[in-house]
């Protein structure tokens, strides 16, 4: 099963204790929703955990669910689970993928209407309401009816919160509404929240906090959005709204000196704010949106910024990215938090497709050399490594693919010559072909400062042939990066699989990295992976992938997974000065 699947399980049996009986579920009711949440927002397959016995590394995942998951591997099925889903219609759970129905509504309508088939329930719910069957249930209405059926149409198109976006996405969406917010003079400051602002690599909505003493004003404002395509709801200090492509926005406005107690709350995850309310009961403080009570008089304090809020508790500020309850509280209390990658460090990118004729084995890039090597001046950057697809193999003698590699080399010895200021790096991404073997031969990669190498095909392969085979490219002596080292797609396709502990050994003890590749459906390494390369040593890139100039803005997406991994400055190897870059190439 995939995580996906897992997690909707997971979902399913939290929606039946909910259900039955909310009341007397209610903490398993938390603790499957915490586990259906974990397993969702992984960025490796949980199988995978599950494989080298790490399921107790995953936070928000406890013993009985854990054992459930082991049991679930082994057997395919769950004995608990059968248990707590018997008597639950299976035409409920189908209900509770559209924005607005929860466990007990969707088990009301069901019963109502006697909706037996899970493949048509959502047609005949729909048919239901246009027929107008359902204002007249008790508890329900005309208004209710209407949002049911405005909710079942805009399930079919996509939209609302059903669908994960990929981090870049729904970055941009959030930067284009801040900017708008912020021409408002109510304005003080505008943060998104959640997952999106500890930027993990998928994202399933967008929140946003605003800090105003004008809430009424900031809200009118917000609904003004010009690329809206409805307001959702608008109240006192909340609003919500449905922009283009059908994506929701939620904002929420609180005074400025409360905003940092807003902020910390909303920006998650789950599994921090439970364990920083535990750690905070024990000091006897009480911790929530809103500020921190302490005392017998339980007086509110009210705390405007997020420093001032983890000070309040006794420990350093947490940026955002590592706030998942996996270490960061314990060290922030000791004062011995690391200093993570910054975008500021990165020195240069390594992976850059031109538009050089090079009649690659897969797609050329769009700008031509001189384009990418000024962007590389207007990012500050001080050298940039071109590493275009190798020649395609089934269309080149080995002789074509040498004379095309000496061509660009020349190219890039005239570019050399005419800029000063950024150093150029001759790369090529090379093909680890089935078999283990590099695409081209040794003759062509000596032309080559040093290689890229990656899959691009025949991804199905077991774990030991595939790590094999992995291992046996990398065993190049140009070969020094391995690109997009999973090979997932975001939303598209998994990973194929690795014994990654075997390639972290094999880096370490051959100078080789691994790359943190910025593309939005990669950000591969997946965070997970980038903390246990960096406990073991493995040194890492971040590189964008760029076919054309304007992609090499999408640096910080890889810096992001890499903050999120716990990388610092000196576990990435494109942070280092251009000589040192060079005399770890060399080795």
Known sequence: ?????????????????????????????????????????????????????????????????????????????????NWALKGIPATVFPLLEIPGFGPKRAYRLVKEFKLNNPETVIDELEKATKQGKIAPLDGFGEKSQGDILRAISEF?????????MVLPYAQEIAEKIVDYLKKSKYVITAEPLGSLRRKMATVGDID???????????????????????????????????????RQIDLMVQPKE???????????????????????????????EYGIRSGKSRKLEKISTEEKFYEALGMQWIPPEIRENTGEIELAISDKLPKLIELEDIKGDLHIHSSFPIEPSHDLGKSLSEEMVDKAKELNYRYLGFSEHNPSVSKHTKSDIYS?????????????????????????????????????????????????????????????????RVISGLSYKKAKILAHPTGRMINERPGYDLDFQKIFEF?????????????????????????????????????????????????????????????QKNDILNALEYNEFIQWLRR
């Open 1 to 81: 099963m995939s995580n996906e699947q897992i997690a909707k399980l997971l979902r399913n049996v939290a929606a039946s204790y909910t259900i039955k009986n909310e009341k007397k579920f209610r903490f398993q009711i938390i603790a499957y929703q915490k586990a259906s949440d974990t397993i969702a927002n992984l960025t490796s397959e949980i199988k995978d955990f599950y494989h080298e016995n790490k399921l107790d590394t995953l936070p928000g995942i406890g013993n009985t669910i854990r054992s459930h998951l082991i049991e679930l591997f082994k057997k395919g099925e769950v004995r608990h689970f």
């Open 156 to 164: 079919r198109e996509g939209k609302g919160k059903t669908t994960r």
């Open 208 to 246: 946003i906090a605003v800090a105003s003493n004008n809430p009424q004003s900031v809200i009118s404002h917000f609904i003004s959005y010009p690329h809206k395509e409805r307001a959702i709801e608008k109240g006192d200090i909340t609003a919500s709204m449905l922009v283009s492509g059908g």
């Open 507 to 567: 880096c370490v003890k051959n100078y080789k990295a691994l790359e943190i590749n910025s593309w939005p459906a990669r950000l591969d390494l997946p965070d997970t992976l980038i903390r246990q390369a960096i406990q073991k040593d493995v040194k890492l890139v971040i590189n964008t992938d760029s076919h054309s100039t304007p992609e090499m803005n999408l640096m910080r997406y890889g810096v992001f997974m890499a903050r999120r991994g716990w990388a």
């Open 404 to 468: 095309l590699i000496a061509r660009r080399n020349e190219v890039i010895e005239q570019i050399k010559l005419k800029n000063k200021s950024i150093r150029i790096i001759k790369l090529l991404e090379v093909d680890i072909l089935p078999s283990g073997n590099l695409a081209i031969d040794n003759r062509s990669l000596d032309l080559l400062d040093g290689a890229i190498i990656s899959i691009h095909s025949v991804f199905s392969m077991n774990k030991q042939d595939m790590t094999k």
């Open 258 to 288: 409360s905003f940092g107690s807003l902020l910390q709350h909303f920006t998650g995850s789950k599994n921090h704010n439970i364990a920083l309310r535990e750690y905070a009961v024990k000091k006897g403080l009480s911790l929530s």
